[in-house]
């Protein structure tokens, strides 16, 4: 008995500890599934466009900064929840999500939208199955464009329903799609027009988090004067040229 | 890992293999195993404890402690574990965090729910913001096996409740008719004879419990079935290691797991049983 008493007191112990939390530190929330925006390499460590731009924003802003991810279907609830402290995962602001969760200003332009399917194919995109990520602005507009969707939690896997014929084409961004078309040697190809939907992507913070916000916006900004934003694109995404 | 590894595109197959499964990312699939396997470990034992908790509630001559154990076993029993565990940790997180809220930062005035969010001080978080990612590791492995705890003590105590009424009525009587007492019987009569009945039940859940190990997966815990998708997913040549799909070849690892782990369960079971039944003429043992 005595044993378990110890037990209880040292787990009550660690739960009132108190820790020295200096509010400087956050927690950057992201897919890590979604290159060059975001991925996990192959030292098991968050990298792409957003871990590099986060690192800058962060040094900027003054925040020491640590990386997580979560799946993108509960990436939203897990940052009200307060698992973290900022989402960025490609995600475009957009006024629904905007009801929920604040968005800084855009740190990366509206990406039109392509369809991708099998070389040599010609799907019909307006009635065909088309392919797209849960919870995305693709996924809205395939589902209000008559076509048949099918989604999936991950844009690889929806890749993935193409090359096995189980979706005629893929809906997703095309700074995400460039990257998977070249790596297909071929076999993907992009058809149809560009579709221009949602806004640019910006970082995602708690509705009462205003502090992170204005200091994030401030620092997208200086980013954005002195150039560096635009280079750090052009890095990831082919020698995109960006202006703001 | 290796010397060679150093620029991955110029190697044979052979080498290219041998750095492509010793990455930092592998190593963390091969520790996944680990981390399923030290839960199972971890919860069995609380899973018995809660199961003899209940059990022990139900027999109980005390009524609310009766209500109790019966309240707990057909809650847990009638709601889909997936709903609990999304649920109960998420409550389970929020509660702790809540309370430590209230007794460390006494002078906070904003209200804890903010429309959507959920705020609290930065004292009162849960782990703090600034552990290391280690830290909340290890706290979103604690919070997953006390939700598997819960769930799956509920069952086994249905398990257990079940096998203490299984044991003959007769033999309790004649404990008593020898002058022992209650608890005596208990220890020396009921408890023994109960495992024969308990355990078909219980090996059932143990498999049960190993196969419901993917659910780590959506409580945040990056296991098995977490690696080998992202591993197993199409890789650009924004990787060190691009390759095409291979969730199939990941996932074969994973059913050979399984089915080893289970197997072996089936065994260990197997001699348990006979243990469990020297001595009796009716079930397992015969001898």
């Given at each position: 008995m005595n044993f378990l008493v110890k037990i209880a007191a040292i787990a009550l112990a660690a739960t009132f500890a108190v820790n020295g939390a200096s509010a400087k530190t956050l927690r950057m929330g992201t897919e890590?599934?979604?290159?060059?925006f975001n991925f996990v390499n192959d030292n098991g460590q968050v990298d792409g466009f957003e871990r590099e731009l986060g690192d800058e924003l962060c040094k900027r802003a003054g925040y020491t900064c640590t990386w997580v991810t979560n799946d993108w279907d509960s990436i939203i609830p897990n940052l009200v929840s307060g698992n973290y402290d900022t989402i960025m995962a490609g995600m475009s602001i957009t006024p629904e999500r905007q009801k929920v969760i604040d968005f800084t200003?855009?740190?990366?332009?509206?990406d039109p939208s392509s369809y991708v399917a099998l070389a040599g194919t010609k799907p019909d995109l307006k009635k065909g199955v088309i392919a797209a990520q849960t919870s995305t602005i693709q996924a809205n507009y395939v589902a209000s464009s008559g076509a048949r969707l099918v989604e999936f939690a991950s844009a690889d896997e929806t890749i993935a329903a193409v090359k096995s014929g189980e979706a005629d084409a893929v809906l997703a961004d095309t700074g995400y799609l460039n990257d998977i078309v070249k790596a297909s040697n071929g076999e993907l190809a992009f058809v149809g027009d560009k579709v221009y939907i949602g806004g640019g992507i910006g970082m995602g913070v708690r509705k009462s988090d205003s502090e992170i916000r204005d200091k994030m916006n401030a620092a997208i900004e200086s980013m954005k004067k002195d150039g560096s934003l635009s280079k750090l694109i052009a890095k990831w995404f082919n020698g995109r040229k960006v202006t703001w | 890992m290796f010397e060679y590894c150093t620029d991955p595109s110029s190697l044979d197959s052979l080498q290219w293999w041998s750095c492509y499964l010793t990455t930092n990312k592998q190593i963390m699939f091969y520790q996944s195993f680990g981390t399923v396997l030290a839960l199972l470990l971890a919860t069995a034992p609380v899973i018995l404890l809660f199961g003899f908790g209940g059990a022990l509630a139900r027999r109980s001559r005390f009524l609310p402690l009766r209500l109790f154990g019966l309240g707990y076993t057909s809650m847990v029993r009638g709601i889909p574990d997936i709903i609990f565990f999304m649920f109960a940790l998420i409550a389970l997180d929020q509660g702790i965090e809540y309370v430590r809220h209230i007794v460390l930062c006494p002078d906070w005035t904003e209200p804890v729910r903010q429309g959507n969010d959920f705020v609290v001080c930065a004292a009162a978080k849960m782990p703090p913001n600034n552990a290391p990612q280690w830290v909340h590791e290890v706290y979103g492995f604690f919070l997953a096996l006390v939700g598997y705890s819960v769930v799956y003590g509920a069952f086994a105590a249905n398990t257990l409740f079940g096998a203490f009424q299984a044991v003959p009525h007769a033999q309790l009587e004649t404990a008593a008719a020898f002058g022992m007492s209650k608890r005596k019987a208990f220890w020396r009569i009921l408890l023994p004879q109960m495992w024969v009945y308990a355990l078909p039940g219980l090996s059932n859940l143990w498999m049960i419990l190993v196969k419901a190990t993917p659910l780590l997966f959506l409580l945040g815990v990056k296991d098995i079935v977490y690696w080998a998708n992202e591993l197993g997913g199409a890789k650009t040549a924004r990787f060190t290691y691009p390759h095409g799909d291979w969730r199939l070849g990941y996932f074969l690892v994973l059913l050979a797991f399984y089915l080893i782990l289970t197997w072996v369960s089936e065994r260990g079971f197997e001699r348990l049983n006979r243990y469990v039944s020297r001595g009796h003429a009716s079930r397992g043992g015969s001898t």
């Open positions: 890590g599934k979604y290159p060059p200003q855009e740190y990366f332009p509206p | -």
